[in-house]
Structures are given as C-alpha cells and as structure tokens.
C-alpha cells in the first residue's frame, strides 16, 4: 500500500485552479454553457466569488487605445464568427475603413469580442462601464447598441462617459424605462425635456459636463423617488434647482458650471451636503428643510458672514465642516456640541475665528495669517495648520496653548523637519512656508515622517523627544540601520521608497539644560544623486 506522506496531503487538497490569473479563470467560466452552472461557481470560495463578480462586469475604457502603442497589443483581435456578431457589427464595421482608423477598431473589436464570448452565459449584468473620449459620432451606432445590450440583461449600474466637442450623447430611451437599473452615471450624454424617465429603483444618479434644465431635474425627482445619492457635476443650463419629494436623499453634490442662482432642498434625511461655486457665483442656498445634516462642504465665493450664520443654525447634528475658498467671509463663530472635523482652507479674507465645539477632534487650517480669537475644544486630537510667511509669534503664541495636553508637534519645511514631544519652552525661529500638525498619536508622527521624507528629501531631522521614545526606535531601524541592513522592501518595485536613495545619516546628540529629559537629536541626511526630483508640491 502506498502511503501518503503529509507533503503529498497538502498538494492533494491545495487548490491550484483558483490561483490562476483572472483572465484565464474568465475564460474558465466563458466555456460553461448554462447560467445555473456559472451562478454556482460564486459558492466555491471568496476568491470565486470576487471572479463571478468580475465577470459579471464590464469595464471599456478607450484611453487604453488611444496611442499607437498601447494598442499594440490588441493586434490579435479579429472579428468573432459571423454566426456570433451582432446586427450592427456587420452593418457599420467595415465602412468605417481599417486603415485610416485603426484605434477606433480595435476598441470596436474588443468591446464586441467580450460582449460576443461572455453575455450568453450571464443571467445579468452588475455593472457596465462605457468611457469613450474620441470619435463619439462614429461611435454612436456601436454604443447604442451596446447600452441596449446592457439594459437588456438588466444592468444594475451604468456608468457612460461620452466626451465631444460642443455635442451631447444621445442615450437610448430605453435606459431610462429600465426597471433594473439602480446606479447611474452619466457624462456629456443629452437628455430631453420630453424623455420619459421610469427608473423607479433607481438609488444613485451623477450627471457630469450635461446640459440640464430644471424640467429635467424635475421628472428624475418625481420618477424616482428611491434616490438615495444625487449629484449635479459642472452642468450648463441650469438656474434654478429645487428638490423635494426625496424622503431617502442621503447625499446631494453641485459643481456650479453655468450661473446657478439658487439651490433649494428639501429632504429631512439628507446626511451630507456639497456645494462647489465658480468664483463668480451668488448662489442662495435654502437648506431649511434638512435638519438631519451631519457633513457640510462649502466653496462659494461670495457668501456673507450673516448668511452663513444662518445657514448654519440649520443643522444641530452637524459632524463635519469643510469651508473652502469662502472669500467673502470676515468673521464667523462655531457653536456646536455634535462638530467632530473642522476644516478652513484658503478662506484668506478671515479675520477672526471662534470656536466652541467641545468634542472637536481634527481641525485643519490653510492660510496665511492665524485668525482665531478663541478655541474650546477639550477633545481635540488632531491639528493641521498649512502656513505661508506667518509671524512667529502668533504662530508659537497659538501652538503654546497645546502645551501640557499630550500633543506632539512635526514642523516641516522641504529643507527640515523637526518633531517635538514636549513644546513647553518651544522657540520657533522659522520663516516661509511650513506644515505643522500637532497630534496625540505616536504612529501618526512616523507616518508624517514617512511622507514627507518620501515628497521632499529634506536635509535635517531634528528630534526634541526622550531618548525612549518610540520614533527614536523607528529611526535607528529605518535611517540609522540602513547601511548594516540594505532596504528590501521596494525589490520588485521600479519606483522605490526613500529609504532607497538615502546614502547615509549623521546624527549628533545636544542636552537641553531647559529640558533635561527632552534632548536634541539632530540628523543631517545625505540623499544620491540619482534620487528622483521632489514633488512640486505645496507645504
């Protein structure tokens, strides 16, 4: 009797199929002839059930053939058996002309290539994606009949991105009776005053670079009243927006494209809120009716101190409050026992900011000068300040009231770091642009170390912490250590880490006599020559 050994036992019952490439395990499935089978193949394992789900979607994205050479590799491709094209295959193929366009036929072959091999064996379709970007017109025929395709094996998202010069894609009418369809997304397509919309499960709509009017707005809110996710993106025509008749609305987003006059809502449920205004834009927004609001994002140009007040006094649950390029607004309080995240970016004409949010736990500032008069905020975690030429005393005089909280401080410029555990006693002597965030996290310290060795290359490391403290631990592993220890962690990386261009470390140790349990630790970093040039980007 031959006896099986336990190396013999674990390739028996290894499974080696599904460790296959995805490709080669779709074509698996193309050769089941019968959809019960193909349905039960999602039971076998996680893995399978990731492949069924990818095989039940479609994904066509014709940047992968706008160049000459990346669609090199679609050379192979050759039309399907004439029992296995579609109608409009055979019609509009070959009149288009090989040889004067051949990227618009290869898209054209691998599109009816997947369609031909896959959709027999598909009860439906979970998603279908279609992005053209060039030659729509001659397109039109094929993505009509695509899409139809789709909708046909009850599509549950369609996402279709239609760019053209001055023209708008017309969809089959057809996708808007889809009673299948609960996720669409659309961009440059045209829809009519007079297009009967039926889409009764439909649950999230994005509309992008589209002329839209409010009739149009109007009949998707009345058709489609599980609307859970809406969202208006750069849209010309539209002067008026008033929704209500949503009683699931969770999340409503407008990119002002066209002069936006005012934006009404009214959806008691609605959670999040974004408005995106030109710079030119005197949008009113009327959100009276949404008391339930927890996440706010503003950008509008022009909005006063007093309606931005009043706006505010709206919302109780308010969580979250990004206010971005609010040009217009001077001085503004924050009352609020629900704020969680605070964020004030580029509002540059602020001159005075308070705060009373007691479970406040981030806030992030970008500007030039610190306009805040007063912050109660005992619950406060995180903060994030982006300065520009800021005066050095305001800036320590703000940090100091951080001080005896358990907050670390990282500093950085793109020449220097510096990272301090204690700021009792803390002199600043800098000038420019830095980052400063103070935090409670150890771990977030190293990741900020992390990420801004890897964006800038800066010079010199300087540490104010105790010679226990765990960033010192991370340094000796990932800086000092280098040189007995070569980095291996980007082997099968083209692009690697930072530790792999950082040539050597020297680092010198200077007792504090203000401080003796907090020392200064200073590393001065020599990085290669062939390490690639810093990111342009902003502190």
């Not at 987003?253 to 009214?266: A, D, F, G, I, N």
């Not at 291996?488 to 504090?512: T, V």
Request: hydrophobic share 40%; proline share 4%; glycine share 2%.
């Amino acid at each position: 009797m031959m006896e099986i050994t336990n190396t013999d036992e674990r390739a028996v019952n290894t499974d080696r199929i599904s460790e296959l490439p995805e490709h080669i395990l779709h074509h698996i499935l193309c050769l089941l002839r019968w959809p019960a089978d193909l349905a039960r193949t999602s039971i076998l394992s996680k893995k399978w059930k990731v492949i069924w789900e990818s095989f039940m979607s479609f994904d066509f994205d014709q940047r992968h053939f706008q160049c000459v050479n990346a669609a090199d590799k679609w050379d192979h491709l050759q039309p399907l058996p004439v029992e296995k094209q579609s109608s409009i295959f055979k019609q509009a193929f070959e009149p288009l002309g090989f040889v004067e366009l051949p990227l618009i036929h290869k898209f054209i072959l691998f599109v009816e290539n997947t369609l031909g091999t896959r959709l027999d064996q598909l009860p439906s379709i979970q998603k279908f994606r279609l992005h053209v970007f060039f030659s729509v017109h001659l397109l039109a025929p094929f993505m009509n009949h695509w899409i139809s395709v789709a909708t046909d094996k009850n599509v549950n998202e369609l996402d279709i991105h239609a760019k053209m010069d001055g023209k708008f894609y017309a969809l089959p009418e057809l996708v808007f009776a889809s009673r299948t369809i609960t996720s669409l997304k659309l961009y440059g397509c045209e829809v009519g005053d007079s297009t009967a919309i039926k889409l009764q499960n439909l649950l999230e709509l994005s509309m992008k670079a589209m002329r839209i009017n409010e009739n149009i707005v109007h009949n998707f809110v009345q058709a489609c009243p599980l609307i859970e996710d809406m969202r208006l993106i750069n849209c010309y025509g539209l002067k008026f927006l008033h929704v209500s008749s949503l009683p699931k609305l969770i999340k409503f987003e407008v990119h002002e494209r066209s002069s936006l006059r005012s934006v009404k809502l009214e959806a008691p449920n609605l959670e999040t809120f974004w408005f995106h205004g030109k710079k030119s834009s005197r949008c009113k927004l009327i959100l009276a009716g949404c008391v339930n609001l927890k996440n706010l994002t503003l950008k509008h140009s022009h909005m006063a101190d007093k309606s931005f007040h009043e706006l505010i006094s709206h919302f109780p649950l308010l969580e979250k409050l990004f206010l971005l390029e609010c040009r217009t607004l001077h001085r503004i309080t924050i009352l609020s026992d629900k704020l969680k995240t605070f964020s004030l970016v580029r509002c540059h004409k602020l001159k005075e900011v308070n705060i009373d949010a007691p479970n406040l736990l981030s806030f992030e500032y970008t500007g030039a000068e610190l306009p805040f008069s007063s912050m109660n905020a005992s619950r406060l975690q995180e903060v994030k300040l982006h300065l520009k030429s800021q005066k050095q005393k305001s800036v320590q005089k703000f940090i100091e009231g951080f001080d005896g909280k358990g907050f670390k401080l990282f500093l950085a410029s793109k020449q220097s770091v510096n990272i301090y555990e204690e700021l009792r006693g803390l002199h600043l002597s800098y000038f420019g642009a830095y980052k400063i965030q103070l935090t409670k996290s150890a771990r977030m310290v190293e990741n900020l170390l992390n990420s801004h060795l890897r964006d800038f290359h800066p010079k010199t490391l300087i540490l104010k912490t105790s010679l226990t403290n765990d960033l010192l631990v991370f340094i000796q592993e990932k800086i000092l250590n280098k040189e007995k220890t070569p980095p291996s962690c980007c082997k099968y990386y083209s692009k690697k880490c930072w530790r792999h261009y950082l040539e050597g470390a020297k680092m010198s140790l200077f007792p504090d006599a203000s401080s003796v349990e907090y020392p200064n630790t200073i590393l001065e970093l020599k990085w290669s020559e062939a390490a690639p040039l810093p990111e342009d980007v902003e502190i």
